[in-house]
């Protein structure tokens, strides 16, 4: 019998594990193991050392699959012995060296770019950081489109923010150059340039998918993004 890899499935900035939630039935009725871990969403290299950490402990082959942000991070942690695949969802998919700024910077602004907010936290012994968020009234434009309308309310006012550090941290490695990698592309996204998800995964060789979907592609497009990842889980069972 086929052993079908673990499930690892990372969320993005501004969201939380919480956002595969029509995703995650479906894969645990497919007799699947999952995992969505809650990324600290403190800095690239961090929550990629995090991930990795969890990776490490599962016993056994381990599919990869990161949202928006969380695709940066599973190219840094992907590079995990047991990582038999990647799966990209409206992502950004980093080459070694390159930064979240570097890769946005190529192209046209996002209307995303627009609705950011910035706050500061306290850090002990160092000077505050800062988080991004996005507008609350901004949010369900920018996020979530076709998205149902009260979900989104709670979205915009329970977001995970990202430290603003993170954009500029560069990729220590690429995974991706050898595992076998999936990304999907949100065509309506309005959170990340369409053209960054589609440079990102043409530069890997991905196997590329399109749907027409806001940035939560799977709060939007939840029966594409599970009919992909069972594309991924066949392909990656040894």
């Not at 991706?176 to 999936?182: A, K, L, N, Y």
Request: net charge negative.
């Amino acid at each position: 019998m086929p052993t079908a890899p673990t499930v690892v499935l990372v969320h993005g900035a501004f969201a939380d594990a919480s956002s595969f939630g029509p995703v995650v039935p479906a894969l645990l009725d497919d007799g699947l193991s999952v995992v969505a871990p809650a990324l600290p969403n403190r800095s690239l290299v961090a929550d990629s050392a995090y991930i990795a950490s969890i990776v490490r402990q599962i016993a056994g082959p381990v599919l990869l699959v990161g949202h928006s942000y969380g695709g940066a991070v599973i190219t840094v942690a992907g590079a995990e012995e047991n990582v038999v695949g990647l799966v990209y969802l409206a992502a950004y998919a980093l080459d070694e060296g390159e930064s979240l700024g570097e890769l946005q910077g190529r192209f046209d602004d996002p209307a995303l770019a627009a609705a950011l907010v910035y706050k500061p936290f306290p850090q002990a012994g160092q000077a505050d950081g800062t988080d991004v968020y996005v507008d609350v009234a901004r949010f369900p434009d920018v996020m979530a489109g076709g998205v149902d309308p009260e979900l989104a309310r709670v979205l915009a006012v329970s977001q995970r923010p990202l430290t603003g550090v993170a954009f500029g941290e560069k990729a220590s490695t690429a995974a991706w150059r050898d595992r076998p990698s999936w990304g999907l592309v949100a065509t309506s996204d309005h959170a990340i340039n369409p053209e960054v998800e589609r440079f990102g995964y043409s530069r890997a060789g991905m196997n590329v998918t399109e749907v027409d979907s806001s940035h939560l592609v799977m709060l939007a497009e939840p029966k594409t993004v599970v009919e992909l990842l069972r594309d991924a889980v066949r392909a990656t069972s040894a």
